[in-house]
Every structure is written in structure tokens, then in C-alpha cells.
């Protein structure tokens, strides 16, 4: 599909910090860059980003990789996809194949599905500039509504006709199949991505199919506003209604249904135009509506986004917060809408965001101010009127509270469960002091009542953890109770030894009696195994940051003696022991390692950085950027060692270490086996084992790698 040439080309061409400040706002931290994780609910920086390694990795969820990787993950394509979004990006040519049938049949639905969107996003500002109906009616709104032509452009607003394509199908029934669609199945379309399956999610929802067959478009006689992800990728639409046709309408907006690749929850409308200005500005506008994010675009403001009339969630909080951690709330004069968003500001404080809210005057939305005003003007309004929430609240409430003790005391337990949801003590502090002063109450009152209202929230937190381990335990319970019947019903089938004739209480002493010994046992392997791994993790990181490195010869009896880098060194040694890494992830990177050997300039951790394998480039990274790399003993014996010397003796003491592992690791399952009861012949194969182990460790112990480096 894509030659290893154009791969080499795009992986040199790619920055990893240049890639993921596409989506992430990165801070300096040292050699590295640190951001909040894209990958999840990430409030502090874990996510760091390596310009030396080409590479990223957050440290608390563990996800990340080299630029193709994290646009994998962050993107949800396959391999060829991100290399090609990157190719795209970097202008690189890439000479591909014609996709075969088979090829098209295992085609990912949720790329397909980016693909219609695409195409119908064409259509829509096809339609808008190219056709009468589309001029005279969807543009005359757009420019009506005082929007020029280049926010047109950027935004790719479009129009879909009220227009119908009659055609006889096979009985020689007329059908009537809306314009769009019928365009859509003209072009090579599949319906399945068209219509939608809301039990899938599969399928745009671009078309609706009726109880006659026939496919209606969902957005007819609208003018279209596109939806993209930070990315850039056309995710859904929202449709709107004009003017003239809203009488008797009850949805004024049609939007996309919800699908694999789209949740109204999840997306801000203009992100990916605002997502610039919002790392320029370090600050975020939050609006409602499509055109209040256009006409403040229009205005020279270009960092806003909006939450297109849903109420604000936590996903789209974290989008932002990637960012920016600080945001501004514009509302407009609807004072019922402005109480009944309280709780988008509560989980705006709670995601550790620093929160400034602005009321516009008159009724206003940021669409009718800026109609009303000169871009100056409303850059100056914006900026002289933000206040935090405290201030906000006190304004709007307060003189409704004017001379009622119950009211006011209503509006300080509202700004003190504001307060409660900030995770930052210090800020917390702040605001109470803040809240103090406004309200005339005495400071103590306002910790108090803050401490209260976070111990409810706790308490609340954990009752609700409670419930959902109790639901969880009851299906477990139901389910178990299902398989018990069914093994009553199967008893026949499968022998009457299903059955127990034992008494329950017998049975539960045997239990008893096994158990503890059962969970000890495996409590000690995991140890083993661990112990293992970690032995393992050293030989590898040593491979990932040295292999290359020319370290000496292995000498042996059968073979010339060759002269051989860390990589090669390590393998062969392990090799002519007959022994493979335990871990299989391990056993996959050294086997990757040694095939890229072959290739001509190769360097094993640029190679392991970029491997396709997302976990093998993922542990890469993690060995490469720790910095703790050997233990206490190893940097104690190489201050006594001569410059030359260091890297030999120190691949000898750790393959040592992890060859004496396995062997006491090989002795207590031989000591198991000798404890356990059995015929003499296995007791004494059992005693001949230990000798021989116990001969090799001496051996091993005696000469430290039992090879020599010359």
C-alpha cells in the first residue's frame, strides 16, 4: 500500500510537538513539553512530549506514541490513515495502489463515514454558490444576517434544496428520492452510510429512509452549518430552518443523529477554526449558537467556541481545557437561561478551569450585539465587562435578594457550591475571602459552610459508587443464578458428576482449607513473574538507548568469533541459552529489534520509536525517557571502572542478573515439585534437577556472564 521510502519520508517529515499542539497546548518542562492528556479526564499535566525522541506518552493512563501513533489514538484510524493525515499535512506525495474489492469490503465504517461527510459538506456549498434556488434563497439568509463572504468561506456554510428526483423503480413505481441522496447513490454511496442505525451507529443520518423505501433528505430546505473535530474532519451538521419557513416549525435546527463518529456532547461548534486564537490568547469564549461564533469571528474575535444548545458536559470542557485553562461565559439577557446553566459553570470550576462570566446588555446575543456594533467596540465591551462568578452571581441575583434573608442566604449557599467543586485549595481560599467580603458575612462562616457542602459531595460520590457495585453485584448475581440453572438443566447431558452428593458444608471447608493456599501460591508467582519482567525491562532499555554500540565478541566454540554491538550481544547470549523473554510484549520487541537490524541505517530507537506496533513504540518510549536507568549497585561499580570498560561490564551484570533469576526461579519450582507427593522416580528426577541448577549458578555467580568480551 505505502512503500517503506514514503514511511522513512513522512516519520523524518513528522514533529511530534508540532503534531500533537494541533491538539494539546504544551509548556515548556526542561528537555520536554508537558500538556493535559487528550486520551482522558486529565485535570494536572500528565501528557509529555519528547522533541529529542519524536515521541509522547502520558504518564498516568500510559497512552501516547510517535506522531503516527498519536494521531492513531487521538484520530481513531488505522495505520495507512495516519500516515496519510500526515502526508497530508506535510505535504508529501503518496503513491498508493487502487484500493481492491476486498480492500473496499474491509473499509472501517467510521472512516466511509468521514468520507459521505466530506462529500456532502461539497454538495451543501455546491448547492449554496453554484445554484439559483441556492443564491436567491440560502445566501440572501446568510448575507441578510449581515455575514460576509469570507465567513462564509471559512465556516463552509452550505444549502440543501427542497427538491425531489422522480425516477420508476423496478415494478415501474415513481419513487421520489431527495436531491442529495439521489446525488449520494449517483456517486457510488452506499445507503448504509447515508441513513442511520441508531442500534449501530453506523451511518451519517444525511438521509432518511421512509416506510415507502425511498430516501428523503433529513436537512431539505436549510441552510447547512458543517461540524468539524479539532482535526479538521467534517463529524456531523447542523441545519437550520429560514426565516420565511419557521412559522409553524417546532425545530428550528436539525442536527446530525447521533453515530460512531458523532455525539453532540462531544463537539464545539468552531473548534477548529478557534483552536489557533485559543493557544494565541490563552483564553476561550464560550457562546451558544453557530452564528454567535460566526459574528464574533466577524468582529476580529476569533477564540470562541460554541456548545450548539446542549448543556455544557465534561467532554467538551476537556477540549477546551487542552487549550487553555481559562474561559470566558458569554450569556445573553434570558435570566431563567443563565440560572439553569449554573451547573456548566460548576463543572467548568470542578475541570480547575478559571472561570469569568459577561452578561450582554439589552437582551442581546453576541449575533444581534455585533450587528449592532463596530468590531472596536465589541472587543472593548468583552474586555471591560468579564467578572469571575462570584461578582456574576451577586449582580444578577442580588436584587432579587434585595431585603429577603432567605433569598440572599439561598444565593451565598449557591456560591458556596460554586466554590466547593474547585479542586485548588488555595483558590478555593480565595474565593471564600471573595465571597466574605461581598456578601458582609464573616469569612469562617463561608470555610465552614465550604467544608460541608465538599463533604456532601463525597458522601454523594460514594453513595453513587455504592450503587453502581451494587448493580453490578446484583447482574453478577441474576447471571450466576442463570448458569446454575442452566448446568441443572444440562445435568443429564453431561453426567451426573455436575452434581454434588456432598453436603454444602463439607464443601465449604474444603474451600476454606484450598483457598488461602491457592492465593498464596499465586501471589508468589505473580511475584516471580514480576521480578522477571523487571530484569527483562533492564536488558531492553539498555538495547533501546545502546544497542547500537560495538561492545566486544562473543567467544564460543563453534563459531569464529565476531564483534558485536549491545543488540546483537544480548541476543545471541540469550539464544544459545535456549531462552526466550518471559513477557510476550518483551519477546516481540527484541524480535523487532533484531529484524530491523537487517536494514541498512538502521538505529534501534529511532526504529522502536516508530515501530507500527503502538505498544512496542510505547514501551520504546517509556525505556528511553527514564532516567532511572540502573540501579544503585550498577552506578556504584561503574565509578571503578575505566571509560572502556563501563558498557561490557555492565551488560555482563545484567544479563547475570536476569540468567540467575530465571534459574532460582526454575529452583523453587523444582523444590514444589519435590515437596509434593509423588513416586520416588519423580522426587529423585526432581533432586537431579536442583544439583544441576545449583552447578549452573555457581558457574554463573563464579564468572559473571560466563562469557568474555575481548
Known amino acids: 500500500m505505502i512503500d517503506r521510502a514514503t514511511i522513512n519520508k513522512i516519520m523524518d517529515a513528522a514533529n511530534i510537538v508540532d503534531v500533537v499542539s494541533d491538539f494539546v497546548t504544551l509548556k515548556r518542562a526542561g528537555a520536554n513539553l508537558k500538556g493535559l492528556c487528550p486520551f482522558h479526564d486529565d ?91 441556492g443564491r436567491t434563497v440560502g445566501l440572501s439568509y446568510f448575507r441578510e444576517r449581515g455575514f460576509r463572504d469570507d465567513i462564509i468561506e471559512k465556516f463552509q456554510l452550505g444549502f440543501c434544496p427542497d427538491k425531489n428526483v422522480e425516477s420508476p423503480n423496478e415494478e415501474g413505481r415513481i419513487l421520489r428520492t431527495g436531491a442529495m441522496s439521489h446525488d449520494a447513490l449517483k456517486a457510488g454511496y452506499q445507503e448504509k452510510y447515508l441513513i442511520n442505525n441508531p442500534e449501530t451507529g453506523i451511518g451519517t443520518g444525511i438521509s432518511i429512509k421512509n416506510d415507502k423505501g425511498c430516501l428523503r433528505d433529513r436537512y431539505w430546505g436549510r441552510v447547512m452549518f458543517p461540524i468539524f473535530t479539532i482535526s479538521g474532519k467534517v463529524v456531523g451538521f ?37 483552536k489557533q486564537a485559543i493557544r494565541r490568547t490563552n483564553l476561550c469564549y464560550l457562546v451558544e449558537g453557530y452564528t454567535d461564533v460566526m459574528a464574533m469571528h466577524q468582529s476580529g474575535i476569533e477564540n470562541v467556541v460554541a456548545s450548539s444548545g446542549t448543556a455544557l458536559t465534561n467532554d467538551q470542557i476537556r477540549l477546551i481545557h487542552r487549550l487553555t485553562d481559562n474561559i470566558t461565559v458569554i450569556y445573553d439577557g434570558d435570566a431563567a437561561g443563565i440560572k439553569a446553566s449554573q451547573r456548566g459553570i460548576d463543572l467548568l470550576l470542578a475541570q480547575g478551569m478559571n472561570v469569568r462570566l459577561l452578561l450582554l446588555p439589552d437582551g442581546d446575543d453576541p449575533d444581534s450585539f455585533a450587528r449592532k456594533h463596530n468590531a472596536e467596540e465589541y472587543q472593548e465591551y468583552l474586555s471591560q465587562h468579564q467578572v469571575d462568578f462570584i461578582k456574576f452571581k451577586v449582580n444578577l441575583l442580588m436584587e432579587e435578594a434585595q431585603g429577603d434573608p432567605i433569598k440572599k442566604s439561598q444565593l451565598v449557599n449557591n456560591i458556596v457550591q460554586s466554590i466547593a467543586c474547585i479542586p485548588n ?64 438443566n444440562n445435568r443429564s447431558a453431561y453426567g451426573e458428576s455436575l452434581v454434588s452428593t456432598t453436603p454444602p458444608v463439607e464443601d465449604n471447608e474444603t474451600e476454606e482449607q484450598n483457598s488461602p493456599y491457592e492465593n498464596l501460591a499465586s501471589q508468589i508467582q505473580q511475584r ?54 518471559t513477557v510476550p510484549l518483551h519477546q516481540r520487541m527484541l524480535e523487532a529489534a533484531m529484524e530491523g537490524s537487517q536494514e541498512e541505517g538502521f538505529e534501534v530507537e529511532r526504529y522502536l520509536l516508530n515501530y507500527p506496533d503502538p505498544a512496542i513504540s510505547n514501551l520504546a518510549f517509556e525505556l528511553a525517557i527514564d532516567r532511572d536507568t540502573l540501579s544503585r549497585i550498577h552506578q556504584a561499580r561503574n565509578t571503578s571502572l575505566k571509560p572502556s570498560q563501563t558498557l561490557s561490564t555492565l551488560i555482563i551484570h545484567i544479563l547475570t542478573d536476569y540468567k540467575l533469576e530465571i534459574l532460582a526461579h526454575e529452583q523453587r519450582e523444582a523444590m514444589r515439585q519435590l515437596q509434593q507427593p509423588g513416586d520416588i522416580q519423580q522426587q529423585l528426577a526432581a533432586m537431579h534437577r536442583l544439583r544441576e541448577l545449583k552447578e549452573i549458578e555457581r558457574h554463573l555467580s563464579a564468572i559473571q556472564g560466563g562469557r568474555v568480551m575481548t
Open 528 to 581: 516471580e513473574d514480576e521480578r522477571l519482567g523487571q530484569k527483562e525491562k533492564e536488558l531492553l532499555r539498555l538495547i533501546v538507548r545502546r544497542g547500537g554500540e560495538e561492545v566486544g565478541v562473543l567467544e564460543t566454540s563453534n563459531e569464529t568469533p565476531t564483534r558485536l554491538n549491545v543488540l546483537q550481544y544480548i541476543a545471541t547470549s540469550l539464544q544459545q541459552d535456549g531462552l526466550s523473554l
Open 238 to 274: 447542523g441545519g437550520r430552518v429560514l426565516n420565511a419557513a419557521t412559522k409553524g416549525v417546532n425545530i428550528k435546527y436539525q442536527n446530525s443523529p447521533e453515530s460512531i463518529i458523532y455525539s453532540k456532547k462531544r463537539e464545539l461548534y468552531g473548534l477548529f477554526q478557534a
Open 43 to 133: 485535570r494536572t499535566p500528565s501528557f509529555i512530549v519528547s522533541p529529542a525522541k519524536n515521541y509522547c506518552k502520558c504518564f498516568a493512563c500510559g497512552k501516547g506514541g510517535n506522531p503516527v501513533g498519536f494521531i492513531m489514538e487521538h484520530e481513531q484510524v488505522s495505520y495507512p490513515d495516519a500516515l496519510r493525515y500526515l502526508a497530508k499535512k506535510y505535504g508529501i506525495t503518496i503513491e498508493e495502489h487502487e484500493l481492491t474489492p476486498e480492500d473496499l469490503q474491509h473499509q472501517d465504517d467510521r472512516e466511509s463515514m468521514f468520507i459521505v461527510n466530506e462529500w456532502a459538506n461539497k454538495w451543501f456549498q455546491q448547492q449554496l454558490h453554484d445554484t439559483a434556488e
Open 425 to 488: 485549595e488555595i483558590t478555593r481560599s480565595i474565593y471564600v475571602q471573595e465571597t466574605a467580603r461581598t456578601m458582609q458575612i464573616q469569612e469562617q462562616l463561608i470555610v465552614s459552610a465550604v467544608a460541608q457542602q465538599i463533604s456532601d459531595n463525597l458522601a454523594s460520590e460514594r453513595r453513587q459508587r455504592e450503587r453502581a457495585v451494587h448493580n453490578q453485584s446484583s447482574q453478577t448475581t441474576q447471571s450466576s443464578e442463570s448458569d446454575n440453572l442452566q448446568v441443572s
